[in-house]
């Protein structure tokens, strides 16, 4: 199984010198598409606890609280590096869906689910597709802040009830 062990942004970025390229130029883009999602290194969350165990870079902050009554942070866009390929997750619906969903096709993407995609290089990916739905998302989040809580009400990773999302 591939693990990425880095515990600092830093260290996640330098975690595979052959992809670091591919990390920072969607650093750049979804910068410069999603100024106000501010990047942080998400930890995952410890064993025994509701939510993804992976660590990732987040690009802005919610909470929810799951049916324990604990809350859970989580990026509003999240971005992996998996064993053959870096995956990129988001927290945000349009018309009930997600986002992500009514990008299809576009996105030069090696894999595609309803809330994420995948791709082995950066230069394999359409970058103005892919600029413009993080910019989407920046936009739906700034109109309607809880419409992260609301997505990861309707998932089956949780019971949530709304909370308040941090930029």
Do not use: C
Not at 121 to 134: C, G, H, P, T, W
Not at 140 to 146: G, N, Q, S
């Amino acid at each position: 199984m591939f693990r990425v062990t880095a515990d600092t942004l830093q260290a996640y970025v330098d975690f595979d010198p052959e992809r670091k390229r591919d990390l920072i130029a969607l650093h750049e883009l979804v910068v410069s598409a999603a100024p106000a999602l501010k990047r942080y290194f998400h930890r995952g969350t410890p064993a025994g606890e509701a939510g993804m165990r992976m660590r990732m870079i987040g690009y802005g902050k919610f909470r929810y609280a799951v049916k324990s009554g604990k809350s859970v942070e989580w990026p509003v866009i999240g971005v992996a590096l998996q064993k053959n390929y870096i995956s990129v997750y988001v927290a945000v619906t349009r018309q009930g869906a997600p986002v992500v969903s009514h990008h299809a096709g576009k996105l030069g993407a090696l894999r595609l689910g309803n809330n994420n995609f995948s791709f082995e290089r950066f230069d394999d990916l359409e970058q103005d597709a892919v600029s413009a739905l993080f910019a989407e998302v920046a936009g739906i989040v700034k109109a309607d802040p809880e419409n992260p809580v609301r997505y990861m009400q309707g998932s089956s990773s949780a019971g949530a009830v709304a909370a308040t999302p941090k930029l």
